[in-house]
């Protein structure tokens, strides 16, 4: 399976001046590390979609498979967000050539059966929204905390892997592939 984001967030989950609060920052000292607590906020929130296995704000993904049977990665994925299935560069009709089915809080898409399948192209829309309010507040919490735990141990990343933080651990996606 190959995955790719055509399109990423265009948001961000927190603003500086609720970071600088939250880190207890005074307004110079926020202003002069800006850049560098937007790349906490990008790092800390790429770190939990990959643990959890979703997409926290919308983003455009395109998956390509070989299976019949496609189980959409990164969810939550709803059917309206589904903007195209091809195969060998031919858009496929639902229901007559696909299926989708709902799956947990993401989509099914099932082919028909072939001994020589070509590569399945779906892309698709995945996220809990656009903005921030439409996040669920323990999967905003678990990213502040991360970020926390990045500003005051230097950025460090492997310090992440090291916590077991279970606030959003409800919203990880378990699946054997």
């Known amino acids: 399976m190959q995955i790719s984001i055509l399109e990423k967030r265009k948001e961000t989950l927190f603003d500086l001046a609720f970071l600088s609060s939250y880190l207890r920052l005074g307004p110079e000292q926020a202003l002069n590390l800006k850049s560098y607590l937007e790349h906490l906020v990008e790092?800390?929130?790429?770190w939990t979609q990959e643990r959890l296995g979703k997409t926290i704000l919308s983003q455009t993904i395109k998956v390509v498979h070989r299976n019949n049977d496609i189980l959409?990665?990164?969810?939550?994925?709803q059917k309206e967000n589904i903007q195209s299935v091809t195969r060998?560069?031919?858009?496929?009709?639902?229901?007559?050539?696909y299926s989708?089915?709902?799956?947990?809080?993401?989509q099914k898409i099932k082919t028909s059966f072939s001994w020589k399948s070509?590569?399945?192209e779906i892309v698709?829309?995945?996220?809990?929204?656009d903005h921030a309010d439409d996040v669920p507040l323990p999967i905003k919490n678990s990213i502040l905390r991360s970020i926390e735990t990045l500003y005051h141990?230097?950025?460090?990343?492997?310090?992440?892997?090291?916590?077991?933080d279970v606030l959003a651990s409800s919203y990880r996606h378990y699946s054997i592939y």
């Not at 790092?43 to 790429?46: C, E, F, G, L, Q």
């Open 118 to 120: 070509h590569a399945i």
């Open 124 to 129: 698709y829309r995945a996220g809990y929204g």
């Open 43 to 46: 790092v800390a929130t790429d």
């Open 100 to 106: 989708v089915a709902f799956y947990k809080d993401t």
């Open 72 to 77: 959409l990665p990164y969810g939550p994925v």
């Open 88 to 97: 060998r560069g031919r858009v496929l009709k639902e229901g007559s050539e």
């Open 153 to 164: 141990n230097g950025g460090d990343i492997k310090i992440l892997e090291k916590n077991d």
